[in-house]
Structure formats: structure tokens, C-alpha cells
């Protein structure tokens, strides 16, 4: 019987979540986010300044530039068959199709590096093991993570995984992120130092260190108050990172400085045609690849789809965090089908698909910052006296719209013309070095680990006070330590063959962080230090109302318990009184031996 009841509560729950509202209701966060997409579309056009034109350009180069970079490495490590062209059509005809379709225009694509890694594996084996077509595999491959995307939005992947991440997750996949630029900055220059004379090497330091430096010093000219005028000081900071990649791509080519080797952006002077040589078109026989290898790439496809998914969801939730000021509704379901269209296009083309980036689209919603009009936050603090006092701080949002996204990627699509290759051709990789290091330096800045590693360094009298409950800022030290090992930790597994499963491991912390964490850190620490990242809230105020809704429950039992047990009491009265009467009055009247039957059974004495 207990069996029996297991097996029918389970088949009820599991039906249940099929039923309207139900988690596995097909195509129900998808209708949900169409419908949130026709609310926020025609508004997402309506703002258009120059902090949206700057941010634009930051983002133009911040993609691009480092792309070019994963191109390089697929150019040598796929036997040519992806190289330059290839990573620019891949990101700039992604990026075009979201900003125009997606219900979240924030995130940026772009081929991102464990992606290379993978490709680059799985050419290996083809070339080594299976004895197939590298395009004709990845192309299946591709299709086959394109179908399971869309399977994954059907049925609402997003709010059986995605739903219970927290901050927790997003500040070490952030703080992964600088670490990798600061680290490809020093890869950059390495190649540098193997590849080019001593001069040269001296060079692309001091040209890597210049980019850098210029490109911070002009993203604090609007504090140079009242040095020029307040545009001037504008345009400086919103088009720090472009003047001063344009200034360091100059540089080498002005006085003696000419004539020295540097290294510069490998690139094709060609039509447009891809880099594999004999290849005349973009697109990929696929149709010809056995039935067998059709299924085998299911596998790669699989891979694929676990580290896009949670790349895009990641990337999607990073630029859209509180600190952003978002108000536009969104949505993960709408662009997860939006992104298993184009990664089966990028396979038929035969070029590498483009995912969410996580550095660039917090780096983008950060771009996008400004004071909102009539809007402020009272906080009260206490002046030099000790005095508490109310103060108004302006509120900072992100300017929410499609114009920023459309303009870079549509920018990064026109370079796949043969004019416009040549001018990347100019580039050194010691300016790209330094963007590399200035981008790490903006996002590890916007980290809130940060924040609270300078707290580790600060003497406790200094301290902002806590809130009521957490004792000491010692357990928040232990907290932000456990989050700079788990990221050095997983950075290490990036360099290692295992690199392309390191979203899996960030995932993992999820349920680490709900499971286990609260046994380390009390309630009170967590709740200061953490929240969900798709929601109001922290995982511990649930937990306080499930244990309240527990407790209300119990109580509620137990005074249903007791009721029962009154009317208990009441019937045994009753059957008593009853037993009297039959007793007493024998055959009789009940009226005659002086006791009464009352209206509801029980009995009373008359006088």
C-alpha cells in the first residue's frame, strides 16, 4: 500500500508540472517572454545619445579586437579552416540577428575562448581518430546543440536552473573573467617576446602599459573639474578606450619607430571567401557526412549546449544584476531559442558560433550608466560629529536599448570586406594587450569582491557597521577568501584539457552554495553578503518562510487536535448521560424520574 501511494503521489507531482503554471509547461516562459518582448521593442529604439554611441564603440573594440585573438589560435589549431574572416562573420551576423530579435539587447556574442578549446579538440579527433570532415562534423554537431537550445526553452530550462543562482555564482564568474584578460594580456605579450627583437619586445610593453594607462586616465577626465568644458570632459571618458587604441595603433607608424618590426593582427587581403584555401563558399555540404558520424556528433552537440546554455544565462543575468538599475521587463527562454537558430546557421555556414560573453556585457551595462532624472535614494549616515543625517544620492541605471548593440555588431560585420581587413591588419597586439588588461581592470572594479578584499585591508574602526545580527566582519573575510580560491581554482582548470567544462563546475556551486554553505555562515552573514541574481530576495528569507509556514502548520495541527479531542470528550458526555437514563428511568418516561434529555443528547438535571 505505502508503495503503492509513493508511485501515485509521484505520477500527481509529475503531472502537476505539466499543468498550466507547472515548471515543465511546454512553451510557457517562451509566450511569456513574446509577450514581454512586444511591451519593451518599441521603446528600446526610442533612446539614442552619445553615451549610447560611445558605449557603441567601447564595445566594437572590446569584442573584436580580442575575437581576433581566438581567430588566431583556431586559424593555426583547426588546419586553417577558421581563422579571421570566419570569428568576424560569426560574431557580427549574431550580433545583428539579437540586437534586433532578442528580449534582452544588453548581452553581447562573440566566439569565446573555451569554445576554441573545444573546436580545437574536436578537430583533433577528426583529423586523428574519426577521419571525417572537420566541417561537415561540426556542422551536424552545431545542429544538433541548435534543436536541443530550443528543446531546453520548451520546456523552461531557465527556472529549474537558472532560477536558484545567486550572486555568489556571478562574482566568481566575474572575477574568472578579469583573471583570464589579465592572463591573455601576459600570453600577448609572450608571443611578443618569442616572435620579435629585443627593441620591438621593449616596444609592445611599453605600448601594451601606455594603451592601458591612457584609457583609465581619460575614463576619470569628467573629475578634472573645471579643467574644459563639461562635454569635452564627457566625450573623454565615454571614448577613453577608442583614443587610446587609435593613438597606440598610430604610434609605431610616426617618426623612428617605423621602422621597427611589430607585431600586428594577422589578417586576409582577399575577397570575401573563407580561410581555408580551395574553400570558395560559406556553406557546409553537411548532408554528405555518414548516418553513423550524424549520431556520433550528438555528443559534441551535447557538450556544446551544457556550456552555450550556461555561458548565455550567466552572461544574460551579469548585465542585468541589481547595481544596473534595470526596469524593462526580460527573459532567458526567447534568446535561448534565439540562440540555437543561429548556433545550427554558424554550423551550415561552416563558421564557429557566438555566444553570450561574460566580461563584455557587464562591461556593456556598465558603459551605459548614467543619473537618472528626478530620481535619489535617502541613506542616512553620521557626519564628522557623529551626528546621523539624511542625505539624497542619485540614482545610476543603464540605459536600456537596442541602438548600442545594433551599431557595434553591425560595425564588426563590416569588416569581413577586404578594405576594412587591412586597417585591422595595423593593429599591434601590444595595444591588444592593454585593452585586455584595461578591460579586466573594469570589470574586476564593478566586482563586489573587491570591495570587500580592500575591507580585509582596512583597520575595523574604519569599517562601515553592520547590520543587526552579523557580529563581526570576520565570517564576511572568510566568505570573500572562499570566493578568490574557488575562482583561482577553477582558472587553473581553464589552462588545463578540462578548460571547456569549467561552466559545469560554476554551476555546481549553485547547489553548494544552498546546501551547504548555510552549515558554514549563518543566516545573517549570508543574507548581508549574497542574494538571488534573478530575483528580490535571498535563499534564507525562503528559508525563514518555509520554517514559518512549518510552524504555522504544526500549530495549526495541533489545534485541530484538540478540537477533536473536545468533541471526543463532548460524545463520551453524552454516550454517559445517555447510559443514566436508560438506567434510572428503566422502561419509563425520562421525564418522570426527574432527568432530561437535552436538545442536542446531553443530559441535565431537573430541579
Known sequence: MATSEKKTNWVSKTAGRFRKDGTLRPFRLIGQDCRNWLRRYPSDWTVFNQIVLASAVYVFFTNLLPGLTFAGDLYVQTGKHWGTIEVVFSTGLCGVIFSLFSIQPLTILGVTGPFSVLAENIYSLCETSFHVDFLSFMAWALIHSGWMHILLAIFNAHE???????????EIFSLLNSIIYFHKAVQELQRAQTELPTASFLYAIIGAIGTFVLALF??????????????????LREYAAAISIIFFIGMPHVGVLEGIPKGTLPVSSKAFQPSLPGRTHFYVKFWELPGPWIAAAMVPGAII?????????????????????TRKPTGYALDIVLLGLTTALCGILGIP??????????????????TAKDEHVEKTVLDKYGLERTVHEPVQRVYEQRWSSFLHAGAILAFIAPPLQLVLGLTPTSVLAGLFIFMGQQSLASNPILKRTFHMLTPPSELPELPAGVKSYWPIHAYTLFEIIMTVVIFIVTLTVAGPAFPVIIIALVPFRLLAMNRIWSKATLRYVDRWACRDGTPEDEEDERQASVISEGAGGVMRTRE??????????????????????????????????GEHGAARVGR
Open 305 to 325: 549546449t551544457v556550456l552555450f546554455f550556461f555561458d548565455h544565462e550567466i552572461s544574460s543575468i551579469i548585465c542585468t544584476i541589481k547595481r544596473f538599475g
Open 564 to 597: 477533536v479531542d473536545d468533541v471526543e470528550s463532548e460524545r463520551e458526555k453524552g454516550g454517559e448521560s445517555e447510559d443514566v437514563e436508560k438506567g434510572i428511568g428503566g422502561g419509563g418516561s425520562g421525564s418522570s424520574s426527574g432527568i432530561e434529555v
Open 160 to 170: 529549474w536552473t537558472m532560477l536558484y543562482v545567486t550572486e555568489f555564482s556571478c
Open 353 to 370: 558560433p557566438a555566444n553570450g560573453l561574460l566580461p563584455q556585457a557587464p562591461l556593456h551595462s556598465e558603459s551605459l550608466m548614467h
Open 218 to 235: 581619460l575614463s576619470y577626465a569628467e573629475s578634472w573639474e573645471p579643467l574644459f568644458h563639461r562635454y569635452i570632459r564627457m566625450g
